[in-house]
């Protein structure tokens, strides 16, 4: 038995958790979670509400505190002793053997426990957990603590692996893992003239108005193409601002968020897909954006930035291009050369398909997580049987 730990189970831009707790053990898995919303949808036993309310709860009602705060306050805390009681209690109940906990702040949390119960402890790390957090000398040391008692720590890139060596992750405790998505839910595109997609947060480090300004750059050569962003986030007012500056209401489109089938039908029909990826001020950086991959598994050529775990999956010049960081005018440039040359785009797009149905497949990652965790094969199909696709 196995148990999988995260703060939520139905946070929007966290899919790959879920496929964790759908893929990785079925029917021999348990949760263990703060909010319990979403923990049901699974129908496996749930843990819930660990860690209690932090202290911060107690502050006058007139000073509102993020959740997300609170769950990290308790993680610089520590849990107190009768959280952690409960946790040894579940993982006994039902004897859980392995534990994957999502993000390296979180692993933090639960160590105690884990050694405690005699579980083996696995780690996701992701990207702000890897990235923003080990600035702080307190969370380095925090995590070499959680690397010496962890029993293996996977990162969705070698590039996320590199920074942990950095830190003190020892190298034979390592597993470079990328999320994988499922590719019958994302056939070749139509590929309409002119259709430029962008997915992901309005967050600094997916820089959507980056995007913006290099379309901004080559709209009046090709009238009829038009951007498509579907997400939302605090850099939706600059994004909206700088579209009317530009005289570009009638070309950008802004869809908020939407759900994963609305994104697989946006991707039915775009022609190329962008990502401007870059390492926020505080230092935020992907992991290797799971988007990309659902938009490769699309037969979509892609424009991204030379990013963290971007060029692990993305091949310069055959499965798309990459640029530079802040590189608005090389952006530019490609997504004029594949608008202008429509079997380049679409050789690519075929390409990168093939890419992901050979490497980046959920099959792939439930077999690679299960080898690092050392769990028994499985035969059982995923949700939706992948069929050999060519």
Not at 218 to 238: N, Q, T, W, Y
Not at 263 to 280: E, K, L
Not at 318 to 343: F, N, Q, Y
Request: hydrophobic share 40%; net charge positive; glycine share 6%.
């Amino acid at each position: 038995m196995i148990a999988v730990i995260s703060q939520f189970f139905n946070a929007p831009s966290e899919t790959f958790i879920r496929d964790h707790v759908r893929n990785l053990a079925p029917g021999m898995t348990v949760l263990i979670c703060q909010d319990p919303d979403g923990a049901d949808q699974f129908g496996y036993p749930v843990l819930s509400g660990i860690p209690g309310p932090s202290r911060l709860n107690q502050l006058p009602s007139r000073i509102s505190i993020p959740a997300r705060l609170c769950w990290l306050a308790y993680v610089r805390e520590g849990m107190s002793r009768s959280d952690e009681d409960k946790v040894v209690e579940f993982f006994k109940a039902h004897n859980v053997d392995a534990a994957l906990i999502e993000y390296l702040t979180i692993g933090a949390l639960f160590a105690r426990a884990c050694l405690r119960a005699g579980v083996r402890l696995y780690v996701h790390a992701h990207g702000a957990d890897s990235t923003v957090m080990p600035r702080k000398q307190t969370w380095r040391r925090r995590y070499r603590r959680l690397f010496a008692s962890a029993d293996g720590i996977i990162t969705p890139s070698r590039f996320i692996a590199d920074r942990l060596i950095q830190i003190g992750c020892p190298n034979e405790k390592l597993h470079v893992s990328p999320c994988g998505i499922l590719p019958e839910q994302f056939t070749p595109s139509k590929r309409e003239s002119g259709r430029l997609l962008v997915v992901g947060r309005f967050v600094e480090k997916k820089s959507p108005h980056l995007t913006i300004e290099a379309f901004a750059r080559i709209a009046s050569r090709f009238p009829e193409a038009r951007l498509d962003l579907v997400g939302d986030g605090p850099l939706m007012a600059r994004s909206r601002a700088l579209v009317e500056q530009e005289n570009l209401a009638d070309r950008v489109i802004f869809h908020g968020y939407r759900s994963t089938e609305f994104v697989q039908g946006m991707m039915q029909n775009a022609a190329v897909f962008v990502q401007h990826s870059v390492t926020a001020r505080n230092g935020d950086m992907e992991g290797l954006p799971v988007s990309i991959l659902e938009a490769m598994a699309s037969a979509l050529p892609v424009v991204a930035t030379r990013h963290s775990g971007i060029p692990e999956a993305v091949v310069d010049g055959e499965t798309g291009v990459l640029v530079e960081e802040h590189d608005i005018k090389s952006t530019a440039e490609a997504l004029a050369s594949l608008l202008a040359d429509t079997r380049r785009a679409a050789r690519m797009g075929d390409a990168g398909r093939r890419r992901v149905l050979d490497h980046f497949t959920q099959r792939h990652t439930r077999d690679r997580l299960r080898r690092a965790m050392a769990l028994p094969a499985i035969a059982e199909p995923l949700d939706i049987e992948e069929r050999q696709v060519q």
